[in-house]
């Protein structure tokens, strides 16, 4: 094989390459759009936001199956090996948080059309405001720790995750203490919950993303590690 | 390449493949049996077997990371083609699968704990038994459809998904009624609510295991496909 051959390969490789990174990170970016644009939708009482959430989720996944294919293609006729290899898996792997990210998302925005047909419910949109902009922001600094191959941000990404689940916890105590006030309103307070809820599991999915970078960078796999193990091995490794 | 040493590279090839499909089926087993002691834990408020349930999530964690080196390792050395690699792919996206039941069960073992440290809660664990016996069905045919790539079976599953939300939705409505009567209940009902939530999407899983199935043997992907959708494509490749 001589040498303008290889070259030619290996130029075609990272344009695949190249390609991937760009796709992954524009269906991101989709992403965290529709996990703002949802959380406006419930706070805002906004229906029609809400509709343009559940359109978007179809193109959402459609490129989920056109990354998915992209994947597969460059496996099967690059064969990547060692850091190439990584990159392939943990952008599969990113694929599949970004697509239930966005399932939430459109669960939230369901939620808001349903509130705005029942009836605004009078408590939990702080809650729902201050938590949804805190795992939007994860969403992004998870992307962005993606694009920049950052393991420092990918962390501390992982330990905003806590702080989210603490507020949910609370925000939680605080709705069903309302309900048990005002049984009336059960109902309207429960799609409030189920929507803090979806926001959560946004934050699982943002912190699941952070992980996969640190282990593209580090080989080091961190899911099931709890954080000090992380930054202990970390710390071993620079 | 003497045909010896072809023999023997297609010889361990084989034994990587048949390595991790054995593999994929003992976690499947493993978190199958979650589901049901989990359940089990709940309906009879058996809060060792709970415990226990925690204890061997920590165990199918470690399936989870060892499978996915597995398949890593088999993507790198043996640049598998074709059906080969959609194998890979299709275990590869069942692993996290599976790993996000395992998940669920350990939510709904956490619960069956509360319950019994704070009381029993007086309704919804007929609703729990039934939905838990049906979702762990689905997982078990899940991973049947899965072990014979029987296409039929993986479309039963997928139906079978539908039931379970419709009982979902019932349960829901049974629950919510019941908090409006006896507003002190909310917070216990609410923990059954979640724990029917957790089977729920133990359902929601088991269908996506089951679309892997389908893409494996038909090479089409199925998600965000509607059934309809679905049946009518696999019947035009009969």
Redesign the interface.
């Given at each position: 094989m001589d040498a303008k051959f290889t070259g030619h390969i290996s130029k075609q490789f990272n344009s695949d390459m190249d390609g991937l990174k760009n796709h992954i990170l524009m269906m991101g970016g989709a992403v965290e759009n529709q996990v703002l644009n949802a959380v406006k939708s419930l706070v805002e009482a906004d229906s029609e936001l809400a509709a343009q959430v559940r359109v978007t989720e179809?193109q959402i996944?459609?490129m989920?199956?056109s990354l998915?294919?992209e994947?597969?293609r460059v496996?099967?006729l690059r064969?990547p090996?060692?850091s190439d290899?990584?990159m392939v898996?943990a952008i599969?792997?990113t694929i599949?948080d970004l697509e239930r990210i966005g399932d939430e998302a459109k669960k939230i925005a369901k939620l808001a059309i349903l509130l705005v047909e029942t009836g605004q419910s009078p408590r939990g949109y702080f809650e729902a405001k201050h938590i949804g902009a805190h795992v939007a922001g994860m969403v992004h600094d998870a992307l962005d720790a993606f694009a920049r191959l950052d393991v420092d941000m990918a962390l501390k990404v992982a330990q905003e995750d806590r702080s989210v689940d603490a507020e949910y916890e609370s925000a939680m105590r605080q709705l069903?203490t309302f309900?048990?006030e005002d049984?009336?309103s059960?109902?309207r307070v429960?799609n409030v919950l189920w929507a803090l809820r979806a926001l959560e599991r946004i934050g699982d999915h943002a912190r699941n993303i952070s992980e996969h970078v640190i282990y593209l960078v580090k080989g080091t796999?961190v899911?099931?590690a709890n954080l000090e193990q992380v930054k202990s091995q970390m710390a071993g490794n620079f």
């Open positions: 179809k996944n459609s989920e199956l998915d294919e994947c597969a496996l099967a064969q090996a060692a290899l990584r898996i599969s792997k599949t069903v309900m048990m049984p009336r059960i109902s429960l796999d899911r099931h």
